[in-house]
């Protein structure tokens, strides 16, 4: 039975990793930064006559890591697997987006991932085992789309400090996976598209049409969404296997990408891009002239 920490258990990935790793036999410390939202999670875990731990833990917040993963690990010892899932997404253009929704999602998305690890590596190295899996996003390995800069590029700094890391704790018998998923049904993408992402009222502002063209296109996307349940797969397997690759694509949209960009420049995706947009949202909002 290995002891497993997974951040963002509210629902998507995380709450279908946490089931799975339960249903395996492992105990389970199923992560949320609101209990109130743990309902669906405990709904199915006891359905499922499944055994979990959900304590709070608030990535953003400094004290809200160190007590929940020392809480845990004064209990059942130092931790076998991180699962690093926990993540947001804000769309608005660079111009106007509001700080503090950019600031939160680095928070999230960067510092959020970056501070369980530093709570919960002290106990891996002094046993001289453990996995990282940090869920990162296809977004960080292809071209950023007009207006989700923040996201792409909270999400490239991670794929960047799980490199880092994975070279820093090898030498412990550590292992770092980042996995970068292509679309799945997660609750990100109803609250990416939740309100003006620019900070000013519908229909107002300079980016105002464009964001919402934008938006439309999203939906259009999500609504092929893979299930998560295969993203928690991928979770699974990179946790079990080491000889997993640091950087892991997960879903068949992620594969095509990638293949598809290989060798294509930005100025030659762009173009191909706005008219795959165009034919599920709509003709592009003209700007102003």
């Not at 990935?13 to 992560?31: K, M, N, P, Q, S």
């Not at 499922?48 to 809480?71: F, I, K, M, W």
């Amino acid at each position: 039975m290995r002891s497993v920490l997974v951040t963002g258990c509210g629902s998507g990935i995380g709450l279908e990793t946490a089931l799975a790793f339960a249903r395996r036999g492992d105990r389970v410390h199923a992560c949320v930064r609101d209990p109130a939202t743990a309902g669906e999670l405990l709904r199915r875990a006891d359905a499922e006559q499944l055994t979990l731990d959900v304590p709070r833990l608030d990535v953003t917040d400094d004290a809200s890591v160190t007590a929940a993963v020392t809480a845990v690990q004064d209990r059942y010892g130092p931790l076998d697997v991180l699962v690093n899932n926990a993540g947001v997404d804000r769309t608005g253009p660079a111009e106007t987006m509001p700080p503090d929704h950019a600031r939160t999602v680095f928070e999230t998305n960067f510092w959020g991932p970056l501070r369980v690890a530093r709570a919960v590596l002290p106990g891996m190295r002094a046993r001289g085992s453990g996995v990282i899996v940090n869920v990162s996003s296809l977004a960080a390995r292809t071209f950023a789309v007009p207006h989700g800069g923040f996201y792409a590029a909270s999400k490239a700094a991670l794929g960047a400090l799980s490199e880092a890391l994975y070279a820093e704790v090898q030498p412990f018998g550590i292992r770092v996976v980042c996995l970068e998923p292509g679309s799945f049904a997660t609750a990100i993408q109803r609250a990416s598209r939740a309100g003006a992402a620019d900070g000013q009222p519908p229909g107002s502002g300079p980016y105002a049409a464009d964001h919402a063209w934008l938006d439309r296109f999203l939906a259009r996307v999500a609504e092929g969404a893979a299930d998560s349940a295969e993203a928690a797969r991928a979770v699974l397997a990179a946790a079990d296997d080491p000889t997993t690759p640091l950087h892991t694509v997960v879903g068949d949209d992620a594969r095509a990408a990638l293949e598809f960009l290989d060798g294509v420049s930005y100025e030659q995706w762009l173009p191909r891009f706005l008219e795959q947009a165009r034919s599920l949202a709509g003709p592009r909002p003209a700007g102003p002239r």
